[in-house]
């Protein structure tokens, strides 16, 4: 059971501003669909490795050898902020 | 509504910059809104080019309307979200690189759910996409710009992404045809991630024969997607009119309670086709299918929470006034994301949190591996599976859009297939009400030949494929 007061330290998590309204909103349709994934806890999964992916997958290496990428123009080319080649951040604090 | 064989005779006859017009002012008339962005002056441009100087590939001058969340090099891609709105890749999706190769012209870029969230296309910023058999009903989602286009004759040809069902379900919906790919098969370089693990690009026409030449044409490797599996294929070559002693497994567990009488009479009426066509069938139990979708949705969202972590306002789409780091992020996030989006990142974070990773990541991934084991099962039995595509014919616009478990529940079908990483096709096999149904035909890992065989068998034998929306 997700609380009004957990859902700010989620949003926080997930760097999603919320306001009153939006907890108002979300809490209940968040906290129906976590009544539902309650139904996980009926399956038997004692001694099953879990499937990260479906594939037997290893590391996929290739030769170290530079390859043609964007241009810095391009790379740029959709930074709504940027100066002197270099995207714009906010400031840090 | 034309066929690949039939555009490539009218190319030679007339012209492509004829055939494209024809589709530009059928978008132009439509009230579909299966487009979100129509490429008219490129498309133009690139038949005219291919009109003067040849194209000996095999989509030469034949229009296609992809999914807004592949990279297309200088057309707007959006996913349908605000937060990427004025972004136009500096690059091509491998797929695309693909289909500029075999000479198809790309005529727009398709309406889908937000990020490909949802199995209505009624998340997208820029409003549904309505069915074409019945305006008052969805196309089906996410992928239901792509599949609306191709059932309107917006397009003769599509492509969406699956992570869910996203091509199976609007094909259903829209009474096209639509695949999903073995995972792996089709390189998701530029396809905008949202759950990686699961998701596929996939072909849609209005038959099995060109969406085998499709499919063709945008399978292979690609080094640039490190899951990308290397394998010499050939599909066009699997449509053999033939299922004589192909074994047919039918999960009793995909006709549960919940589905409509009259999908489930035709599925099963399918089912009985084949075999007088020569093929037989089987029971098959799939035990775990009651825990897919949770299942599901908890992986789906786990891997969203993570892959729009990207969208920050920094390197691409809108961005808000600046205010410190943390704040002007979540302020970007919150301006750009509609509800449907926030709701999966924020459960996706909660469920990948510290003291509940355990409880709903890591045994919803335990349940992927019985998942997965059901299909090894029951293709020791079988050649390839049979089950509704979905479990009711299009539905209503705004039904179910305000309940997520609702909208949640109608991909009790189509979600064990991902979570699997097998290859199923959707083909029309019946109609309701006027609406068309869908049938699935599931195969084993890089079996494709063997649902391309069957489906295309079942179509040569059947006319469902044939009938058209009013209007198209």
Redesign the interface.
Known sequence: MITKKDLEHIGWLSRLELSEEDREKYTPKLNSVLDYFGELDKADTGGVEPSYHVMPMSNVFREDVPIASLSQEEALSNAPKNQDGFIKAPRMM | MASINELIERIHADSSEEIVTEYLEKIEKSKLNAFITVAKESALLRAKEIDSQGHDGPLAGIPIAIKDNISTKGIATTCASKILT???P??DAHVIEKLKEAGAIIIGKANMDEFAMGSSTETSFYGPTLNPWDTTRVPGGSSGGSAAAVAGGEAPLSLGSDTGGSVRCPASFCGVVGLKPT??VISRYGLISYAN?LEQIGPFATSVRDVATLFDVISGHD?RD??S?DRETNYSSALINDVKGLKIGVPEEYFAEGTDKNVEKSVRDAINTLEELGATSVEVKMP?T??AL??Y??IAMSEA?SNL?RF????????TE??????????V??AG?G?EV??R???G??AL?AGYHDK?Y?????????I?QDFERAFRDADVLIAPTMPYPAFKLGEKIDD??SL?LADVDTVPIN???VPSISLPCGFSGGLPIGMQVIGK?FDEAAILRTAFAFEENTDFHTRQPEGS
């Open positions: 004025g972004y136009i500096p690059y995972y792996g693990s080094p490190s899951t599996v775990h009651k825990y949770s299942a949705y908890v929470s972590a920050d306002g920094m390197r691409y789409g809108l961005r600046d205010s410190d780091w943390h704040t002007t992020f979540s302020q996030r919150a994301f509800d926030k709701r990142i924020l459960l974070t909660y949190s709903y890591l045994k919803a991934l335990k349940i992927r591996t019985l997965k997520p478990i949640y979570l699997a990483g890992h």
